[in-house]
């Protein structure tokens, strides 16, 4: 290329790209109608086309352009001009389309008036190139077709029937080795280990509940020097009744709590353990006035439901050993129909080899059966291929004929879906230009606001905007003064809550005081204490499950012997 041409190059490669959305309404509408049957491949020739026609016809003048026109295709050039030059579509539509993209003056003075300037030579071309065209189309119609010849091929031979294959016999399977039903060392190691820390388990078990029976059965003494003392001290005149019932009160909480370790309490916890002493001072004040009207000494009730209570203990005790020797017989008898069900599994095994050759002889018959029906099969299918070259013929014009109705069918529908088409772009136009009409009219954008006015709705609730701010500038202050308020009482709420707390420390450490005094008294009392531990005897329905489980240990072993 030279300079000239390549420029010219240039500028229409930037001038498809420039107007692309005007050049694609076009070509659109072209591959729509008349362009049905043209390639889609060949949509950047028509929009090179259309460009020079619109936008360059000026300069290029009428003999270039149809010098480029001409070194392509005659035929589809032709009808894109047509298409494009038709009078009709340039007044209605095409002007319509791109007088969305463009004011709709500006369209008509520079692009359409010019096309319709030219539409006159335009269709001059369009005739020559039509002549062209009928004279390609009579020379063709001239030349002689060509006769083909049938191919002189060999007949082929008649595809013999394959010989069945002989059934494969079945090799002989090895037989199961003997270790498969007898169990491994390691499983009788693992029995052993877990023998021996069963027994472990229950010695520690046995030790561990005798030692918390003594711990929890120790016997309590002295409670009756205790209110002897009291009842003593009530009938001095040196202290007070409500002293005497607070000192013993404290004395009394010593034995339950021994250890007096200080720990940081929030609020929470400060009033639970003051409520704890306060009930537990009620609880107790109850008693000792109950004491003093003459009521009995619980202590020997108290000593017969310890006695009770050690009973309840070792029936317990002999229960938990009574089931767990039950479950010990449980998995001995569970091992034992294991045992058993091996033997019935190895009998079974046996009836179903036995069932298996039956039904190998049973299948390699039936093979036979099936070889001799597929050999007639063969005969048969070899018959039905003589026939199937007439049923093709039959089936290939019933399948032209169907082509033939489906075409008609299209071209009806297509035919409907332009006039459908054609109405929807012609109601779209009216309502543009309904839409510019409206769009044409004044309206007024400005509108003054009174705030001493009120909206005029005819409402009793109405106000105006000043009212408005000014009773949410007195909601504003009542809010605030209510908020001060609250903000005192929860002040004084705060305050009184933690002289409340200050008191209850004040009495939780008096009581903890007197706690860990009371608590040494304890330890040593302790000391002086004799611990009995009688051994418990054991139950008769423990000895009977230990014989048990000894006879089917021995049934066990005895049977693994046998397997």
Sequence with gaps: FNVTEEKFVLDTLAGCIEYKSLLDVVVDAFFVRDGRYCLISERNLYIVICYLATFQLEELGLQHFSRIVKSLDIAKMQKFLRFFFNALYLNTWIKDEWSQFYDSLYVK?????????????????????????????????????????????????????????????????????????????EKKQLEEIKTKNRRKAEVSQQLFLIAVTKYLFIPFTGRMRQYKCIITLSQSA?????????????????????????????????LREGALYQRKMEQELKRIENLLRGAGDPSEFLEWQKQMRGKDLEEQLAEIECRRLQGKLSHEEAVLAHQNVIQENKKKADLM?????????????????????????????????????????KLQKYKQRIVQE??????????????????????????????????????????????????????????????????????????????????????????AKEQLLLDKLDQISLFRAQLGRAAALKQEEKKRKSQSGERPMKDERILNLQKKIVEKTMERKKQAGLL
């Excluded at 020559?128 to 020379?139: H, W, Y």
């Excluded at 607070?246 to 929470?268: E, G, M, Q, R």
Aim: aromatic share 4%.
């Design 353 to 393: 080899r036995e069932e298996k050759a039956e039904l190998m002889h049973r299948y390699a018959e039936k093979r036979l059966q099936e070889q001799k029906e597929m050999r007639d099969l063969v005969e048969q299918v070899v018959e039905g291929h003589k026939n199937a070259k007439q049923a093709k013929i």
């Design 406 to 495: 489906v075409c008609e069918e299209n071209r009806e529908l297509l035919r409907q879906a332009l006039e459908e088409e054609e109405e929807k772009l012609r109601k779209r136009y009216e309502l543009i230009q309904q839409i510019r009409a409206i769009e044409s009219l004044p309206s007024i954008r400005h509108k003054f606001v009174d705030l001493t006015e009120t909206g005029g709705h005819g409402l009793i609730c109405e106000m105006s905007i000043v009212e408005l701010r000014e009773r949410l500038a007195l909601l504003r202050e009542a809010q605030k003064a209510a908020e001060e308020e609250k903000r005192d009482q929860i002040i004084h709420e705060k305050q």
């Design 238 to 270: 040196s202290c007070s009744y409500q002293a005497l019932l607070f000192t013993y009160l404290l004395v009394l909480v010593s034995y339950l709590c021994t250890d007096n370790i200080p720990i940081k309490l929030n609020a929470a916890a400060i």
């Design 109 to 185: 003075e520079n692009w359409i008036d010019p096309l319709l300037r030219w539409q006159p030579k335009v269709q001059q071309l369009i005739e020559q190139l039509t002549d062209i065209l009928s004279n390609r189309t009579t020379t063709v119609k001239s030349s002689t077709v060509t006769q083909p010849k049938e191919f002189n091929l060999t007949v082929p031979k008649p595809r013999a029937i394959p010989i069945p294959l002989p059934i494969p016999l079945l090799e002989k399977r090895p037989p199961v080795p003997p270790s498969t039903y007898k169990p491994p060392k």
